[in-house]
């Protein structure tokens, strides 16, 4: 069975565009070995409360099981309860080259403007590598934004084979197509992808807002002043978005929505949507909240370190062993 690995930072509410890729999670989990991560190593490159984070950790585990993903079907842990992410990390480092860290956008997104920048921002992309390499992952799924860091996973796993022998397994991107989600877009500015960071909390519809807060979200989403329902990208980015997450929701091909709203302006577009996203994200947060109560995420999270722990310590031995580190 090919085996995939994801992983998800605790930082910040779970956003819609995260849960439809997290929907494609449970779809993978029936015919592929799946390893999704809580990446809370990741989370303190930038500035984090402790407690905030200890309970968004949790949260996010909770919200994995709440969209249907099966403790009995994949294997769900946190990064930082298998410390051979942070070896194999330091060990891919000394196999990475300053100047193609230098090359990766988000790092230069992330510090711009900034007077202090931590080592750990810099070599985040090479703790990605070894999160991904550690359990010979197969697959990836990656949005276009973290495309740039599985290229250097690819690389520097390359570069590893080349010198020591077959070590790696070369992963593949898994990109998912527009109609799987993968562009879910800003409610305030539909040319921008939807993001935790967006400091306007009505951009973004996340899984824990209230049936109030998702309908001010979407009844105050960007269109445009044309009046007509049409999926266009270029031309009409923010309906193209209202569509796409009604046909996420709905389970309709886009151009069936544009067909059902033929004629219509957008505010029943509007008003259904949020009839839509309140019913299934309300559905999410009665199961959350269950999974919360009945105290399961932990045992859920020490089982899956278990077997993380194993699977990462053969990769790890194997590595040990080609770098010449004593072993006893």
């Known amino acids: 069975m090919q085996r995939i690995f994801s992983g998800v930072q605790p930082t910040g509410q779970i956003h819609l565009g995260?849960?439809?890729?997290?929907?494609?999670?449970?779809?993978?989990?029936?015919?592929?070995?799946?390893f999704y991560c809580v990446v809370n190593m990741h989370s303190i490159t930038l500035p984090q409360d402790p407690e905030e984070l200890r309970k968004r950790t949790i949260e996010l585990a909770a919200l994995y099981l709440a969209i249907g993903l099966d403790p009995q079907k994949m294997t769900l842990f946190v990064q930082s309860q298998v410390s051979a992410h942070a070896e194999l990390a330091w060990i891919l480092n000394c196999f990475s080259y300053v100047g193609e860290l230098n090359r990766m956008t988000q790092f230069k997104e992330k510090s711009l403007g900034k007077t202090t920048v931590t080592a750990g921002l810099f070599t985040y992309p090479v703790l990605m590598a070894a999160d991904i390499l550690l359990y010979d992952a197969n697959f990836v799924p990656v949005g276009n934004d973290q495309k740039q860091h599985l290229e250097l996973t690819r690389d520097i796993a390359t570069r590893f084979n080349n010198r020591f022998g077959d070590?790696?397994?070369?992963?593949?991107?898994?990109?998912?197509?527009?109609?799987?989600?993968?562009?879910?877009?800003?409610?305030?500015?539909?040319?921008?992808k939807m993001s935790k960071s967006n400091p306007n909390e009505f951009s973004k519809i996340t899984l824990l807002d209230t049936p109030a807060k998702i309908k001010k979200s979407i009844m105050r989403?960007?269109?445009?002043?044309?009046?007509?329902?049409?999926?266009?990208?270029?031309?009409?980015?923010?309906?193209?978005?209202?569509l796409t997450i009604y046909a996420q929701f709905s389970g309709l091909?886009?151009?069936?929505?544009?067909?059902?709203?033929?004629?219509?302006?957008?505010?029943?577009?509007?008003?259904?949507?949020?009839?839509?996203?309140?019913?299934?994200?309300?559905?999410?947060?009665?199961?959350?909240?269950?999974?919360?109560?009945?105290?399961?995420?932990?045992?859920?999270?020490?089982?899956?370190?278990?077997?993380?722990?194993?699977?990462?310590?053969?990769?790890?031995?194997?590595?040990?062993?080609?770098?010449?580190?004593?072993?006893?």
């Open 221 to 242: 989403a960007t269109t445009d002043s044309d009046g007509f329902i049409a999926y266009d990208l270029e031309n009409k980015p923010g309906v193209s978005n209202l």
């Open 253 to 328: 091909p886009i151009e069936e929505v544009v067909k059902k709203y033929d004629g219509q302006g957008y505010g029943n577009l509007k008003k259904d949507l949020v009839e839509l996203a309140n019913l299934e994200i309300g559905k999410v947060q009665t199961e959350y909240q269950r999974i919360l109560d009945d105290g399961v995420v932990i045992d859920v999270l020490k089982n899956g370190r278990e077997r993380a722990n194993s699977i990462a310590t053969e990769v790890l031995d194997r590595v040990r062993s080609k770098v010449g580190f004593v072993t006893f």
């Open 18 to 34: 995260n849960y439809i890729t997290m929907k494609n999670f449970v779809k993978q989990q029936d015919d592929k070995d799946c």
């Open 167 to 192: 070590t790696f397994i070369i992963p593949e991107p898994m990109i998912a197509k527009v109609e799987d989600g993968a562009r879910i877009m800003s409610l305030d500015d539909p040319t921008q």
